[in-house]
């Protein structure tokens, strides 16, 4: 599991098309076709082939709490996003890990939005310029 | 070498201080504090440790030549960043590699600019929404 976790003043991602790469992509069913959010911290995430994913969720999900308490922001945006490794799990794996992510994070009280998995998307996003504003994990 | 190219409407980052994390940082000296750039590639690339430049940056500026001519956009913005990998090559080192990679991406008639190393930016990015809008690549 690799993500990129960045502290924003904005977040919009539209979708403008199903992903066609690869056979093996198998998209959500889109209930709205635009996400959007102020003030929260987005997590970009891939999983990967043979994430364990109770194991690498957990340790992923300490890690976006605790940039929402470093910032004071405390919303996330879980955006699925196949670009951080070559290595990709199969898609029904990675979106039971998505919504593991999801169960965890709102465990933790904080408010949390979820992109859609298998699509193209237009994305506008706005990070805050600080230290600590943009943070990489690999589990 | 990791990177992730995205076909960007806009791109605007500003310098809000320099990196401190990490002792084996040395910014660049800075000569302008904000970059914008409309309707180009814009590379976000870690530079690992033990990368062989000179065919890492090869195969990395065919890709963003690529990107460019399919999209219709001969502009490329080179974006120094630290978070693809834990394995970061030194500071010395990476900025070479930038350099060899502004001199390809120039020698291919791209338009190039290049934003800052090791400093804190707030960024602002709008991607186009199409199928190969954002591309991982790993060397």
Redesign the interface.
């Known amino acids: 599991m690799k993500a ?1 976790l ?1 502290h924003c003043r904005n977040f919009q991602t ?4 199903l ?3 690869g056979n093996k992509i198998t998209s959500e069913q889109i209930i709205n076709r635009a996400l959007q959010a102020t003030n929260s911290v987005v997590a970009f995430i891939t999983i990967e082939d043979q994430d364990n994913i109770e194991f690498t969720t957990t340790l992923l999900c300490d890690e976006i709490e605790k940039m929402c308490l470093d910032t004071k922001h405390l919303q996330v945006v879980i955006v699925p996003f ?5 290595n990709l799990a199969k898609a029904k794996e990675a979106i039971r890990a998505f919504d593991v992510i999801q169960e965890k994070l709102e465990a933790k009280n904080l408010i949390t939005h979820r992109d859609h998995f298998g699509s ?12 600590g ?4 994990r ?1 589990f």
């Open positions: 990129v960045y539209v979708i403008t098309g992903s066609t790469r196949a670009h951080l490794s070559n193209d998307k237009s994305l506008k996003i706005e990070v805050f310029g600080h230290a504003n943009v943070r990489f690999s």
